[in-house]
């Protein structure tokens, strides 16, 4: 391969402004979408209103799954979730030892357990969003804590499993122990969610920015702990806030069928970008829990191409032009293309003797600050 200088000279004659980087053909090119959400398909629903036509939906629920401590429990739960629509499914008593993240071909696995058999919460995280992932940390077997980048906002989930209603006082104030050290190390824009064991049954006067008007049951002791916890840290729980039929707000049932109580909740400090909150009935998996899954609009980033200036610089005479275009000349005679270059090293080393001969003795402050302006 012979670098031919007339090449060279015709781009600067036509001051053609070259990127600092090799870039793509297509639709990815001077500024790829990175970490954007809107790069999977299946997220995406069509909207084609003027309103809505910069926004986006993501999907984000929470589940007891009872057990996750088996391959074959996993196996099975993937299979329930191959029609259900999410990208963030919190999971509650995974019953899985260990403080790990585990990545499979659609999906990744995150999950914190410390107890053999009892308790346990994770995450199931869809592929195409590990970019954005930023932090898991798992602060118990009751508490994990999620870092999120969709769209250049960070969020942070954390999943739970509260003790149950028989559980000893030392128990549950460990638990909110725990959630306050979550929320120390939480961002601007936060979700909790998960198996609460707690009825916040119907809201008071006083309630109005932590509960809607649609409430399911009576309150219980520990649904009081829950009602104090979010007005402590400013948190709607977004379950109450959207209209259902009664038999879509339950979220367990008891083992012989007669008991049906909404114990699993979503709550937030941004309430504003929730659009719903449901009850998915249609998951075949062993589990005496339902579903609960929230549909958030978030706004979409448009990318722009970067924009190069082009110099107002040109070369001023023939003579300048003739030792530019010697020196040009002798400068990539050194340039012998071989196997240890690769396209941008190549690319470099033109860049680095363009630089290189439009330096003169007398313009050489001056052109080094055009030059760069030139190329750059």
């Known amino acids: 391969m012979r670098l031919r200088v007339s090449s060279v000279r015709i781009l600067f004659n036509f001051r053609f402004c070259l990127p600092t980087r090799l870039v793509t053909a297509g639709e990815l090119d001077q500024n790829p979408p990175v970490n954007s959400i809107h790069c999977n398909p299946l997220t995406q629903e069509k909207d084609t209103s003027k309103k809505n036509k910069n926004k986006i939906d993501f999907h984000i629920g929470t589940y007891n799954v009872r057990t ?3 391959t074959a429990k996993l196996i099975d739960l993937t299979n329930a979730l191959n029609n259900v629509k999410y990208d963030i499914l919190g999971l509650s008593e995974m019953r899985k030892v260990g403080h790990c993240i585990d990545e499979y071909d659609d999906f990744m696995l995150c999950y914190s357990g410390q107890t053999k058999g009892r308790y ?6 869809k592929k195409y969003l590990k970019p954005c992932v930023k932090n898991f940390i798992g602060l118990s ?5 999620l870092d999120i980048d969709i769209n250049d906002t960070p969020i942070t989930i954390i999943q739970v499993y509260a003790p149950t209603e028989e559980s000893d006082e ?3 104030e460990s638990f909110y122990e725990t959630l ?3 929320h120390a190390n939480s961002s601007k824009y936060t979700i909790v969610m998960g198996d609460f064991n707690a009825k916040v049954g119907q809201k008071d006067t006083e309630e109005n920015k932590l509960l809607g008007r649609f409430g399911f049951g009576k309150r219980s002791s520990r649904g009081q702990l829950l009602i104090q916890y979010a007005q402590e840290y400013n948190l709607s729980i977004m ?3 959207f209209k259902k039929k009664p038999s879509r707000k339950w979220t367990w049932k008891s083992p012989d069928q007669t008991t049906m109580n909404e114990i699993d909740y979503i709550l937030t400090n941004f309430p504003n970008k929730f659009k719903d909150v449901h009850v998915l009935n249609n998951i075949k998996f ?3 829990h339902r579903m609960v899954r929230s549909k958030i609009s978030l706004k979409q980033i448009k990318k722009s191409r970067v924009k190069y200036k082009c110099s107002t610089y040109s070369l001023k005479n023939q003579n300048e032009t003739n030792f530019y275009l010697e020196k040009l000349e002798n400068n990539t005679k050194s340039i012998k293309p071989d196997d240890t270059y690769t396209g941008q090293s190549l690319y470099n080393k033109l860049e680095e003797c363009i630089l290189d001969s439009m330096k003169t003795e007398k313009q050489k402050e001056k052109r080094n600050f055009t030059c760069l302006a030139f190329i750059y």
């Open 141 to 145: 077997d009751r508490v994990a804590l």
């Open 180 to 182: 306050h050290r979550a």
């Open 120 to 125: 346990g919460v994770g995450f199931i995280i």
């Open 286 to 288: 062993p589990s005496d």
């Open 68 to 70: 996750m401590a088996s």
């Open 239 to 241: 379950n109450t806030f």
């Open 170 to 172: 030392v128990e549950i």
